[in-house]
């Protein structure tokens, strides 16, 4: 009923980019917070990044600080993660996933993959060589 669909993903060596696209579909237009999870094989989920639904507040993890932009376009029910310099630690299959708080008192909240997402995608694969 409610379906967020990532592509973009691929392979690319080191030091390229990609940008991955998460659509939302079905029930909920009105996400207010998105963002991006990645998980390797036998790793955790890990926070990558996290948009507001004004784009007033980003958050990013440290290990892609500086290399990976969030961005949305609410016309288009549609969040964005810009991924440049790429390096094989970052191959992973990276996940979308929608909140429909409008926010939190806490940024850790925005990390939190159990507490703070309501929704999620299938994933795509992000492979990074060396």
């Known amino acids: 009923q409610v379906q967020l669909v990532e592509s973009g993903g691929g392979l690319v060596q080191a030091g390229g980019s990609l940008r991955l696209s998460c659509a939302a579909s079905?029930?909920?237009?009105?996400?207010?917070?998105m963002g991006w999870f990645r998980q390797a094989p036998g790793k955790e989920r890990e926070f990558v990044a996290a948009?507001?639904?004004?784009?007033?507040?980003?958050y990013y993890a440290d290990a892609v600080k500086g290399r990976f932009t969030i961005s949305r376009d609410n016309a288009k029910n549609t969040v964005y993660l810009q991924m440049n310099s790429l390096k094989p630690e970052d191959t992973a299959v990276y996940y979308c996933?929608?909140?429909?708080?409008?926010?939190?008192?806490?940024?850790?909240?925005?990390?939190?993959?159990?507490?703070?997402?309501?929704?999620w995608g299938q994933g795509t694969q992000v492979t990074v060589s060396s």
């Open positions: 996933a929608a909140s429909e708080h409008l926010g939190y008192s806490s940024s850790y909240y925005y990390t939190d993959p159990i507490r703070g997402y309501d929704y």
């Open positions: 079905g029930r909920a237009f009105r996400w207010y917070i």
């Open positions: 948009i507001t639904w004004s784009g007033d507040r980003t």
